[in-house]
């Protein structure tokens, strides 16, 4: 038997301080590869930048919610141009806990963060509003119009969902929600009393809001989410009745529909600087409902691992997302028509929308179908 060839001892010596490089990679602002990042020092190159505008959809950064879009503007930073890149099990968590918060999680943040909608001034709002010409005057007022009465609608039709918990952390949280759509239905009538000038009762400027919707919007708060919430009451323990309503509400309503205007209203106003008492309250108003689409995007990724269940999330989403984005359709167009409003084309707003439902549907679990107008 042939002995094996001793290894020669090795001609180099090997301090203990000697490092061999195998590899080498990164990925940061501005750079995915260790040669662009070379280049990038070696030209002087900011890294620096706005929040870029392609990432509107994302969520904002170090938020931990799933809720999307953010409509706040955020600040300048090292922005990665690729953030579905990142890889939970390298560092030892899951999808979930990267991206979710659950609900005791979102009640604990519902107390650090209070406010007051009467604490907000509008003083420099009323001249701000006085200084506006007619066009500018309409085009806020029918957006204001959805948001006023759909805050009235969700608050009014939420009762079914909490009466549906599954948990004493679930019920908590549900019914942190439901004050916060209370609280936001009363920044917009005071809003509508104190800027716009309009007299009379709640009632009476919930129903001067309502000259301005379109039908779509009607058939969505007045109808489907009215009969969708009636069917929770009369069972609260019917999990599929749930899970529609949490499909509309948190996925529809709030992360599609409330986001988006959100985020270009408050965008148009910062831009214009007006209205600082309205951005203020509008801002708390986005954060609270990040809160509130955090809670739908968790709740529907624990159902979505039933194939009905994420069959019906589809199933609900195909039904109401027609409807959806004849919401967004302002005065004077109908829905598929190409238009500018307030600055922005309809391609970018549905984008805007569409894109920020993609992901979040991605963390739940289903993919977003196709559908038709």
């Known amino acids: 038997m042939t002995e094996p060839h001793a290894i020669p001892p090795t001609a180099v010596a090997v301090r203990d301080d000697d490092v061999a490089i195998v590899g080498i990679a990164c990925r940061v602002a501005g750079a995915a590869t260790p040669d662009e990042f070379w280049e990038l ?12 505008r392609r990432r509107r959809g994302d969520a904002t950064p170090g ?36 991206t979710l918060m659950d609900p005791q999680q979102l009640y604990e943040l ?12 509008l003083e420099r709002d009323r001249g701000d509003w006085a200084a506006l010409d007619a066009d500018q005057r309409s085009h806020i007022a029918w957006n204001l119009s959805s948001f006023f009465v759909g805050e009235e609608r969700v608050t009014t039709q939420f009762s079914g969902l909490v009466m549906s918990y599954e ?29 716009l000038g309009i007299d009379g009762t709640f009632e009476d400027r919930l129903e001067k809001a309502r000259g301005d919707l379109n039908p779509a919007f009607v058939e969505m708060f007045d109808g489907v989410l009215v ?14 009745a749930k899970v529609d309503f949490v499909t509309l509400y948190h996925m529809v309503i709030e992360g599609t529909l409330a986001l988006t205007g959100q985020w270009f209203l408050t965008d148009y106003m910062e831009r214009k600087s007006i209205l600082p008492g309205w951005v203020e309250g509008f801002k708390l108003i986005s954060q609270d409902e990040h ?24 199933e609900v989403l195909m039904a109401t997302l027609p409807a959806a984005a004849g919401v967004l359709v302002p005065p004077g ?10 600055g922005y084309s309809s ?15 991605k963390v739940i679990g289903v993919g977003l179908p196709t559908v038709t107008a």
């Open 110 to 121: 519902w107390e650090r963060q209070p406010w007051s909608a009467h604490a907000i001034s």
């Open 347 to 361: 391609q970018e707003m549905n984008e805007f929308a569409f894109t920020a439902l993609s992901r979040r549907l």
């Open 167 to 195: 948990s004493q952390a679930e019920e908590a949280f549900l019914t942190t929600q439901q004050v916060d759509e209370a609280r936001h239905a009363q920044h917009f009538n005071r809003f509508y009393e104190q800027v």
């Open 63 to 98: 938020d931990r919610s799933g809720s999307g879009a953010d409509p706040r503007r955020p600040p300048r930073g090292g922005y990665l141009d690729v953030v579905d890149g990142f890889d939970p099990a390298f560092f030892g968590i899951t999808p979930r806990e990267a």
């Open 41 to 52: 020092l070696r030209n002087g190159v900011d890294a620096v930048t706005e929040f870029p």
């Open 227 to 240: 009969d969708w919430g009636k069917r929770l009451i009369a069972n609260p323990s019917d999990i599929e």
């Open 333 to 342: 167009y109908e829905l598929g028509d190409e238009y500018e409003y307030m």
């Open 291 to 314: 809160r509130h689409v955090a809670y739908g995007t968790w709740y529907l990724q624990t159902k979505a691992g039933d194939p009905a269940h994420a069959q019906r999330i589809q």
